[in-house]
């Protein structure tokens, strides 16, 4: 019988399709990423592995393991996994596309409102006692309405990104090929990533950490920015540099920022931790029921199939 190992414990639906699949399965019980030492003795005798975002897959993880044949990402950012070590080993990778698009993307617009009208601040400030009534320039934020979004990587998320932005009233400003459909949605308006620096009043990131993407945003691109502007990150850590961003937030070279993901998760830069115009979320983009569900039956059927000699539905190598 085939062995598939899970770094972490997935929604309790995942049981059912666990079940249809007549794999052998060993799970990682505890409530925390897989340590290090503990996986490379558990891909030993794997055929098929499901691996969270916060496994790093590299080359001698592969090595260790003779016999697997499919790694399935329990996301749909692929970094963590070398895909050309994985290439030149044939195994085959698959991920979650589509199923967290509306998650991530309503996550994302969370951020946005939280940063501009300051409501992990304005919370903290009444839990302190210090709401002693209603004042005409209490916790003044940004409206949306008529503003400029820009979005950085109109692929699904930031599409969607987009449509709602529209829906708020905002101009659209997106990269980096023309998308026919976006610009009939949302009056959207291809920009080379300086406009849309330049000019957005809320710039939210959502490429895939490649090498080419990392760092992206340093403190040239920040003061590119308007002093107005909201930084909005939940695509990952490494895009932004977290030094730069909590200085440029500090002598407010932008106005505030949302992050749900950070360059070394899951610390967080200490000099982001003490500032106020910012807002702070655990990686939780895809944490819906919905999604989370979905993505456990997508890397469960991915896995079975590749296992069972047919092909899987989201193959990324
Ligand atoms: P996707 O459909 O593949 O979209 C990514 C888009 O980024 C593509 O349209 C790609 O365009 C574009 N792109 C890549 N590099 C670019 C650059 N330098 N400048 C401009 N555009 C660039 O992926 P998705 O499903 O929307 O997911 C996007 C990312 O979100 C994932 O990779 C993941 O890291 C992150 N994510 C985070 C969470 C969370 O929990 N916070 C949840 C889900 C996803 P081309 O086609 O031109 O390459
Ligand atoms: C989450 O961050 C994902 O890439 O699915
Ligand atoms: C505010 O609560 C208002 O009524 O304007």
């Known amino acids: 019988m085939k062995t598939l190992y899970i770094t972490q414990k997935l929604p309790a639906a995942a049981d059912i399709w666990l079940q249809k699949t007549a794999l052998d399965r060993e799970i990682f019980p505890e409530p925390h990423p897989i340590p290090r030492e503990i996986l490379l003795q558990k891909i030993k005798m794997a055929d098929g592995l499901i691996c969270m975002l916060s496994d790093a897959i590299d080359a001698d993880l592969m090595d260790a ?7 399935c990402n329990y996301a749909v950012g692929t970094n963590n996994i070398d895909l050309e070590a994985a290439r030149a080993r044939n195994i085959i990778v698959c991920n979650t596309p589509g ?68 829906a708020f009233g905002m101009e659209i400003l997106y990269s980096r090929s023309r998308n026919p459909d976006l610009e009939k949605a949302c009056n ?71 992050l749900d993901v950070f360059e070394k998760e899951p610390l967080v830069h200490p000099g982001l931790l003490a500032l106020e115009n910012l807002v702070l979320l655990p990686h939780i983009g895809s944490a819906t029921e919905r999604a989370r569900n979905a993505m456990a039956k997508m890397v469960i059927e991915d896995a079975a199939a590749v296992l069972n000699g047919q092909s899987p539905k989201n193959r990324v190598v």
Request: proline share 3%; no cysteine; glycine share 8%.
């Open 65 to 71: 393991a003779p016999k697997l044949k499919v790694i």
């Open 188 to 258: 959207a308006k291809l920009s080379e990533f300086g406009d849309i620096l330049k000019n957005s009043d809320i710039i939210s990131l959502h490429v895939p950490l490649t090498p080419e993407n990392k760092r992206l945003i340093t403190m040239r691109e920040l003061k590119m920015m308007k002093s107005s502007a909201i930084l909005i990150n939940t695509a990952r850590g490494p895009i932004v540099n977290e030094a730069d961003l909590a200085t440029a937030l500090q002598q407010k070279i932008i106005a505030a920022a949302g």
């Open 99 to 166: 199923v967290l698009t509306h998650a991530t993307a309503e996550l994302t617009w969370a951020l946005i409102l939280a940063a501009a009208r300051r409501l992990t601040e304005s919370e903290r400030f009444l839990r302190a006692g210090k709401f002693i009534g209603w004042q005409p320039t209490l916790l003044i934020g940004t409206e949306l309405f008529g503003k400029t979004l820009g979005i950085i990587g109109s692929g699904r998320i930031g599409q969607r990104v987009a449509q709602i932005g529209h």
